[in-house]
C-alpha cells in the first residue's frame, strides 16, 4: 500500500491551467476507473472534487476535470483562481479492496 | 443535511489506547460504508480503515498491524475506531468520512471536521 505519487508542488498564474499528475500501479490507479481528488484549503478538511477519473459531483467547477492514461491520473485546473489555492490529494480503490491516496501537491496561485 | 461530527480524540501516552467516536446523521446510517483517514501534522492523508454498511465487513492499512479497531452502532448511527498499543507515528488529525454508495465504495463523502490525537510522554 504505498502511497500514491503525485509532485510536490505545481504554481500557475491567475486565468491559467495547471495539471497535477498522480501516479499509482496496475493495482489501483492503472487497474480501476476509481480515482477521486479532494481538495484541502488549511486547517479545513478535505472537499470531494473529483470522483470515478473524471466525473464532477453537483456544485464543483467545471474549471476542474480529470482524466487517466495507464497507472497515471491526472487533474486539470483550467482558468486559474486564487481560491484554488490549496493541496489537492489523489485516492484510489485497489485490488485489495482497500483505499491509497496520493502523497499530496500544493498548487500556488502566482 | 449529511453531517459527521468525531470526539474521543485528545493527549495519550505512548502504548496507551484512545477510542475515536463519529456520529452520523442526515442519511441512512446502516446501508453506508464508512472510513477513518488521518493526517500527520504538516503531512498528507493516509487512509486507516473502512467498514461496510451492511455486512459490517472490515478493512484496514497494512500499516496498523492489528492495533486499530473499526466498528459501528447502527442503532446509534456512530462509527468508531478503537486504537491500541499508541506510538508517537500515530500523531494526527482523523477524520471520519462517508464512502460512496457505489459498487465497490470507491470515494469519500463527506468528511467530519475530524479530531486530534497526540501520543506523547
Known amino acids: 500500500q504505498s502511497a500514491l505519487t503525485q509532485p510536490a508542488s505545481v504554481s500557475g498564474s491567475p486565468g491559467q491551467s495547471i495539471t497535477i499528475s498522480c501516479t499509482g500501479t496496475s493495482s489501483d490507479v492503472g487497474g480501476y476507473n476509481y480515482v477521486s481528488w479532494y481538495q484541502q484549503h488549511p486547517g479545513k478538511a478535505p472537499k470531494f472534487m473529483i470522483y470515478d477519473v473524471s466525473n464532477r459531483p453537483s456544485g464543483v467547477s467545471n474549471r476542474f476535470s480529470g482524466s487517466k492514461s495507464g497507472n497515471t491520473a491526472s487533474l486539470t485546473i483550467s482558468g486559474l483562481q486564487a481560491e484554488d489555492e490549496a493541496d489537492y490529494y489523489c485516492s484510489s480503490y485497489t485490488s485489495s479492496s482497500t483505499y491509497v491516496f496520493g502523497t499530496g501537491t500544493k498548487v500556488t496561485v502566482l | 443535511e449529511v453531517q459527521l461530527v468525531e470526539s474521543g480524540g485528545g493527549l495519550v501516552q505512548p502504548g496507551g489506547s484512545l477510542r475515536l467516536s463519529c456520529a452520523a446523521s442526515?442519511?441512512?446510517?446502516?446501508?453506508?460504508?464508512m472510513s477513518w483517514v488521518r493526517q500527520a501534522p504538516g503531512k498528507g492523508l493516509e487512509w486507516v480503515s473502512a467498514?461496510?454498511?451492511?455486512?459490517?465487513?472490515?478493512y484496514y492499512a497494512d500499516s496498523l498491524k492489528g492495533r486499530f479497531t473499526i466498528s459501528r452502532d447502527n442503532s446509534k448511527s456512530t462509527l468508531y475506531l478503537q486504537m491500541n498499543s499508541l506510538r508517537a507515528e500515530d500523531t494526527a488529525i482523523y477524520y471520519c468520512?462517508?464512502?460512496?454508495?457505489?459498487?465497490?465504495?470507491?470515494?469519500?463523502?463527506?468528511w467530519g471536521q475530524g479530531t486530534l490525537v497526540t501520543v506523547s510522554s
Open positions: 468520512a462517508k464512502v460512496a454508495a457505489a459498487t465497490p465504495p470507491r470515494w469519500f463523502d463527506p
Open positions: 442526515g442519511f441512512t446510517f446502516s446501508n453506508s460504508a
Open positions: 467498514i461496510s454498511g451492511s455486512s459490517g465487513r472490515t
